[in-house]
Each structure stands twice: as C-alpha cells, then as structure tokens.
C-alpha cells in the first residue's frame, strides 16, 4: 500500500507587490499555521520517505519551518514541475517515484493539488469535492495498488484531511 501525502503552501504575504508571484514569502498568519501542523505531525504516526517541494519562496518556507523540529522528514527535493502544476503534472510525477518507497508528500499549490486529490479519491477533478482547501490544508491518502506506476485516478482513500481553521485570524 503507498501512501500520498498533499500539503497547499501556508498563507502567503501580498505586502510587497514588486515581488514575482514565485518570490512570495509567508505571512505571519502562515508561519502561525505551520507551527500547528507541525504541532499535529508531532504527535501522529504520519511516515514520510519522499518531499518533493515546488521551488517557490512560500513552499520552501513552509516545508522549512515544518521540518525544523521534525526531524523525521526527509530533506526536501526540490521540483519545478511543481510551481503552476496542473493535477496531470502532479499524477505523473507520482508515478516515477521509486518503487522502494512507500510514503511521498508533495508541497505544492492549488489548484493542482485539490484537483490532483478529487482525481485520485473520485475519478475526476470537477466539480471539487472541496467545499475548501484553504493554505496550509494538509490530506493523507491511502492507495490500494501496490506500485506506483499503477497509480490512476479513484485508486486512492482519504485517511485524513487536515485544514487551520481560525489559525492566525485572531
């Protein structure tokens, strides 16, 4: 069984707007909600082989803060392909994972990552099954092939979606 896990970038700062949509660094609000993640990781028994990182400030700070004091995920592999990806970008690259791993997260950007999500829990990507899936959403799939390779859309099962909520709006 192979397990996928999709986490949206934290909330991102709009206060300089000379800035390239690529260089945009994380709010104060975003860097609130990583902490709680991080926090949420601590205590679960979420295991993870491969970080494949969109190559994007907010991306890279987020994976950045959420490793530092889990020091059970791997360093990150960062991936172009992941800035501005579209869910077949996604799906294709999930596919060339090596077979020895087990468990892959991808840090990355919407809507790729929610429409990669309803692709793979229901077969397609619209209308979303999302009512939201706010920055820093983070959703842990299961899927019942064995190889990744074989990974298609409705193959896979929720096994969790955590979202911030208020984190940060106070």
């Not at 994380?26 to 205590?43: D, F």
């Not at 092939?145 to 859309?153: E, V």
Request: proline content about 6%; overall charge positive; aromatic content about 10%.
């Amino acid at each position: 069984m192979k397990s996928i896990y999709l986490l949206r970038h934290a909330k991102s700062s709009w206060e300089d707007l000379d800035l390239e949509d690529k260089e945009r660094p994380l709010a104060p609000r975003g860097k609130k909600q990583i902490k709680v993640l991080r926090e949420y990781l601590h205590h679960s028994r979420t295991a993870i082989e491969l970080a494949l990182v969109s190559p994007a400030e907010r991306t890279k700070r987020t994976y950045q803060i959420l490793r530092k004091e889990l020091l059970r995920l791997p360093k990150p592999d960062y991936r172009g392909v992941l800035y501005e990806a579209e869910w077949e970008d996604l799906l294709f690259l999930l596919q060339g994972t090596p077979e020895s791993l087990n468990s892959v997260l991808v840090v990355g950007h919407n809507p790729g990552l929610e429409n990669l999500a309803n692709v793979l829990l229901f077969g397609n990507s619209e209308p979303s099954r999302f009512k939201k899936f706010p920055t820093a959403s983070f959703l842990g799939l299961t899927c019942s092939g064995s190889s990744w390779k074989n990974l298609q859309s409705g193959t896979c099962q929720l096994e969790f979606f955590w979202i911030p909520g208020a984190i940060g709006k106070e």
